[in-house]
């Protein structure tokens, strides 16, 4: 079976560090195995959802060297949503609830302080017809929420949890259309899930449990749900949840000098039991790239650690891949020079203007050039050229031997 993973991120924002490790495994798992990884828009919510976002997660991936075989878009999609929506109905696997998120935002808080569970109570599934047409004509619109099966409980190998359990009647059966007829993200996800062949689906482990309620979505659905595998969410160096890591995008490590070869080789490993190493490309690491080397420990993503492997990327950069961004007249002779200086690819100027001068002497003290202009007194009295047999300055003793 050729393995068909996606990518699917809502054009809310730019990518982050947090979705292009998403966006990265998803495309290794695919490529490892020869096959084949697509984008998906998530764009049902149409107020938060931006055209400039969907060209700027376009952009991002291409600059990393994400290349997607295929792309999707949920807002074109909306005649299947209605189609499969209209079969689950007939089937009575969704229902209509009229409840004002006041009244279960009231229920909820009952149940908390009666210290139970806040599991919506179904209370809608005991309308009657004419109870619903009545609500109807005075103008409440239903929203819908996906009945689950409370008979069958849900269960999967994750591809790193492990096995998975979870009690459907622990679980509230979720809103998955509002009231305006837009769509929430849970079951349009499932139903492209299956129109897209998706074998397997890798995401964050804030999904476990969408996982359990979409398993009985693919199954209402009449479709054999695909593998999953949840990842252990990234922390800041310090341990912890960090919201700069949520801001932290693809668009600021660019300007920041980072090399897109940087992230790909530290994204690709972190979370697993395997060494970072930056000399591995896109190949390396999908042929490497194993699902069993993630633990479940939350994976620690330092920036300062992105900094010094961007050094080692620098330094194995050509001529020809930087050629563009260097300072005007700098050569291939110029380049192997400062190269080795370098964190970023944009210190060169700094080093160029180094080699070329002219250099503005900095103001020093009168000590400081009192020194300095003995010390180069001293230096220019020297003999450079030391012969074998020659003796050596006075206070200079040879303590090693000499290179060959
Ligand atoms: N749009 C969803 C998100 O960004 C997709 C989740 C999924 O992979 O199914 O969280």
Wanted: hydrophobic share 40%; net charge negative; with cysteine.
């Amino acid at each position: 079976m050729t393995i068909v993973t996606r990518f699917a991120p809502s054009p809310t924002g730019r990518l982050h560090v947090g979705n292009i490790r998403t966006a990265l495994h998803n495309w290794l798992l695919a490529k490892q195995a020869g096959g084949r990884f697509l984008l998906r828009i998530d764009d049902t919510d149409a107020e938060r959802s931006r055209e400039e976002y969907v060209e700027a997660i376009r952009e991002d991936l291409a600059w990393l060297g994400i290349h997607p075989d295929g792309e999707e878009r949920q807002s074109a999609r909306s005649a299947s949503y209605e189609a499969a929506f209209d079969r689950l109905a007939m089937q009575g696997v969704v229902y209509p609830c009229y409840e004002t998120p006041h009244e279960l935002d009231l229920k909820r808080k009952i149940l908390l302080g009666r210290g139970l569970p806040p599991i919506y109570d179904r209370a809608a599934l005991d309308l009657s017809a004419e109870q619903r047409t009545e609500k109807e004509s005075v103008g409440e619109t239903p929203h819908w929420r996906f009945k689950l099966d409370h008979a069958r409980p849900i269960e999967w190998l994750d591809g790193i949890r492990g096995e998975q359990h979870f009690d459907p009647a622990q679980l509230s059966d979720p809103v998955i259309r509002r009231g305006d007829g837009s769509w929430l993200y849970m079951l349009p996800s499932a139903i492209d899930d299956i129109a897209m062949g998706i074998t397997d689906v890798l995401r964050g482990e804030d999904h476990v449990s969408n996982t359990a309620v979409q398993i009985q979505m693919f199954e209402a659905l009449g479709a054999s749900p695909p593998r999953f595998a949840h990842e252990a969410l990234l922390v800041g160096a310090e341990g912890k949840l960090s919201k700069r890591l949520g801001s932290l995008g693809a668009d600021a490590l660019r300007d920041a000098g980072i090399e897109p070869q940087t992230i790909v080789a530290l994204l690709a490993r972190l979370g697993t039991s395997d060494p970072v190493d930056a000399a591995l490309d896109a190949a390396a690491l999908a042929e490497s790239f194993d699902l069993s080397r993630f633990g479940r420990a939350p994976a620690k993503f330092d920036e300062a650690e992105l900094h010094r492997l961007n050094a080692v990327v620098v330094h194995a950069l050509s001529f020809e891949e930087v050629a563009g961004r260097l300072p005007g007249g700098m050569d291939a002779a110029g380049w192997d020079a400062v190269r080795p200086n370098l964190s970023h690819v944009g210190e060169a100027g700094e080093w160029w203007q180094v080699v070329t001068g002219p250099i503005e002497a900095p103001a020093f003290d009168d000590e400081t050039r009192g020194f300095l202009e003995s010390a180069a007194q001293t230096l220019a009295d020297l003999d450079w050229i030391l012969e074998d047999d020659d003796p050596l300055p006075t206070g200079y003793s040879i303590t090693d031997t000499w290179p060959a």
